[in-house]
Every structure is written in structure tokens, then in C-alpha cells.
């Protein structure tokens, strides 16, 4: 039972830090732009919380099903 926890506090961390990186990827990517610059705000650390919130519900959706807690 802890080690879900353990992963949830993994998953959830590693999330919240690749958005930004992520987004950057998926900029270069579909635009002309580029440099590879993150310009952290507070908007973009929102947005990474609700990342990783979905990330984290996703996770808890699949533990559900999954396993027999």
C-alpha cells in the first residue's frame, strides 16, 4: 500500500517538471520557432499542476482496475 503512495508522490513530481518540456517540444514542432528557451510563469506552473493532476488521476483510474485494493 505505501509503495503506491511512493510512486504517486514519483509520478506526480516527474510530471509536474516534463510539461514544460513537453510543451516547448510540441512548439518547435507545429511552428517555426527555433530555440530551445522555457520561460517559466506562473501560468506555465499551473499548467503544470494540472498536468500532473491528470496524470495522477490517470494512474489512480489504472491502480483501480488493476489491482485488488
Known amino acids: 500500500m ?3 503512495l511512493g510512486y504517486t508522490f514519483l509520478i506526480g513530481g516527474i510530471s509536474f517538471q516534463l510539461y514544460p518540456i513537453w510543451e516547448m ?5 507545429l511552428t517555426d520557432h527555433n530555440e530551445f ?3 517559466y510563469s506562473t501560468t506555465k506552473l499551473m499548467l503544470s ?3 500532473a493532476g491528470a496524470v ?5 483510474g489504472i491502480i ?5 485494493y
Do not use: D, N, R
Request: charged letters at 10%; a positive charge.
Open 49 to 51: 499542476s494540472f498536468c
Open 2 to 4: 505505501f509503495l503506491l
Open 56 to 60: 495522477l488521476i490517470t494512474y489512480g
Open 64 to 68: 483501480g482496475k488493476v489491482s485488488g
Open 37 to 39: 528557451k522555457i520561460f
Open 25 to 29: 517540444i510540441w512548439e518547435i514542432a
